[in-house]
């Protein structure tokens, strides 16, 4: 399991990353991972809307803690600047900054770490560390070839407006609706691209499914049917693992 002694320390000294109390009995700690194009921004929405939970997006609470000027921050900054990966340590040390905010209180909805079984090993024990633990790992399962159609099938006008060549078309085809400016296929919407990314997606984190399945936190989402039926199932089974704890 791997360790890392320069988060640990500053828990230890804190300096950076408070340590956070016991676990309540009804936190909801949960992580949200699905390929890309698998809804999970729309499903995240909701979820905080439903439960009070912050959404933690790691980019998102990367560029936050480099904004605020963090120490941490400041770290993750001197990588993104030369262009280079932030280091695990370094996202999970600002991962845990968040978490220690009264706004995760009583829990967090985490999306875009960990990527990989041993990024997932190393946050579950820096968790462990400050008193806290995953309740359950939301998996948002969707088929590559759905994928492909949905992503492949956006055209953007413009000015920003999105249309679905299947499901959301513009009234006159390849014209905006509003400006009746062309639209295009950004370079991220092609297919080739799109395969490209789920290849990276079922190498590094779909082993995810499996390791956590095996420790009893995965939850399976069908991603091919409607936003609201996808949310329906999601929300009762969060609010089911909510009763439990609170039993």
Do not use: W
């Amino acid at each position: 399991m791997a360790d890392f002694p320069e988060v640990r320390g500053q828990q230890a000294a804190h300096s950076n990353v408070p340590a956070i109390a016991e676990q309540a009995v009804s936190e909801l700690n949960l992580i949200l991972v699905g390929p890309p194009g698998a809804g999970k921004g729309t499903q995240a929405e909701k979820l905080t809307e439903d439960f009070g939970l912050p959404y933690y997006a790691t980019g998102n609470i990367l560029r936050d803690a480099v904004a605020q000027g963090t120490e941490l921050g400041k770290k993750a900054k001197e990588y993104m600047d030369a262009g280079d990966l932030v280091p695990d340590e370094v996202i999970i040390g600002v991962i845990l900054e968040a978490l220690a905010s009264d706004e995760a209180a009583e829990g967090f909805l985490l999306d875009g770490f960990p990527r990989t079984v041993p990024q997932a090993d190393a946050l579950g024990a820096a968790l462990q560390d400050v008193g806290r633990k995953i309740s359950a790992v939301l998996l948002i399962d969707v088929p590559d070839e759905v994928i492909v159609k949905r992503l492949s099938g956006r055209r953007v006008s413009r000015a920003g407006r999105v249309y679905h060549v299947d499901f959301d078309p513009p009234k006159q085809e390849g014209r905006c609706d509003l400006d009746g400016s062309e639209l295009i296929q950004r370079d991220d919407d092609k297919p080739e691209t799109i395969r490209k990314r789920l290849a990276v997606y079922h190498d590094q984190t779909e082993p995810l499914v499996d390791y956590y399945e095996g420790r009893n936190l995965l939850r399976r989402f069908d991603g091919t049917r409607t936003p609201t039926e996808v949310h329906d199932h999601i929300r009762a089974t969060v609010a089911t693992l909510r009763l439990e704890d609170e039993l």
